[in-house]
T-cell receptor, first 115, second 113 residues
Framework: AQSVAQPEDQVNVAEGNPLTVKCTYSVSGNPYLFWYVQYPNRGLQFLLKYITGDNLVKGSYGFEAEFNKSQTSFHLKKPSALVSDSALYFCAGPLSSGGYQKVTFGTGTKLQVIP | DAMVIQNPRYQVTQFGKPVTLSCSQTLNHNVMYWYQQKSSQAPKLLFHYYDKDFNNEADTPDNFQSRRPNTSFCFLDIRSPGLGDAAMYLC????????????FGQGTRLTVV
């Protein structure tokens, strides 16, 4: 079965420190992977995606993610956390082998940036 | 310049009283999705449309129905809301293809009293 997993329910980091939000995947074929962020009482916003090519993907708001095939991981990173980065982060991957996209979401990781 | 718009943002309905949530898009995307999200859990896909082709998830209760009269609009109908249907309902759109990201609306928070 195709799935993504987020092993941490919550990550706390001090403002200005680097942050990492973890995601591992189990996807057959080419692993198209995504990160989304959700602020309180809002819909999800797309941050970045991995399709093929460079293992380091750069996205919105200074976020980047590193695709690691040998470790089947796609961790989200940012060099210097801001308080405004505090939100719920979801990793996602394709669910079906159909021509259009259905995604499966990880369980989400709450990021708390402490001033 | 909102691209996926959900109305209303907050909806209160009575137990058992039919309710309709709406979604519109200005992106002209072929695919539209409805998700249910409870208390910061992962969004759960209820169904999606590829153009007019309706695709229901196997575990979506019969109580949930959907209509897509044209490319721009999609509706979620809950025929007889129960207390367990209280949740955030998210509409999303995407182009066709596994490597395309989804664009989400702001969501409608449904309360059942």
């Amino acid at each position: 079965a195709q799935s993504v997993a987020q092993p941490e329910d919550q990550v706390n980091v001090a403002e200005g420190n680097p942050l990492t939000v973890k995601c591992t995947y189990s996807v057959s074929g080419n692993p198209y992977l995504f990160w989304y962020v959700q602020y309180p009482n809002r819909g999800l916003q797309f941050l970045l995606k991995y399709i093929t090519g460079d293992n380091l993907v750069k996205g919105s708001y200074g976020f980047e993610a590193e695709f690691n095939k040998s470790q089947t991981s796609f961790h989200l990173k940012k060099p210097s956390a801001l308080v405004s980065d505090s939100a719920l982060y979801f990793c996602a991957g394709p669910l079906s082998s159909g021509g259009y996209q259905k995604v499966t979401f990880g369980t989400g990781t709450k990021l708390q940036v402490i001033p | 310049d909102a691209m996926v718009i959900q109305n209303p943002r907050y909806q209160v309905t009575q137990f058992g009283k039919p309710v309709t949530l709406s979604c519109s898009q200005t992106l002209n995307h072929n695919v539209m999705y409805w998700y249910q999200q409870k208390s910061s859990q992962a969004p759960k896909l209820l169904f999606h449309y590829y153009d007019k082709d309706f695709n229901n998830e196997a575990d979506t209760p019969d109580n949930f129905q959907s209509r897509r009269p044209n490319t721009s609009f999609c509706f979620l109908d809950i025929r007889s809301p129960g207390l367990g249907d209280a949740a955030m309902y998210l509409c999303a759109t995407s182009r066709v293809g596994k490597n395309t990201e989804a664009f989400f609306g702001q969501g409608t928070r449904l309360t059942v009293v």
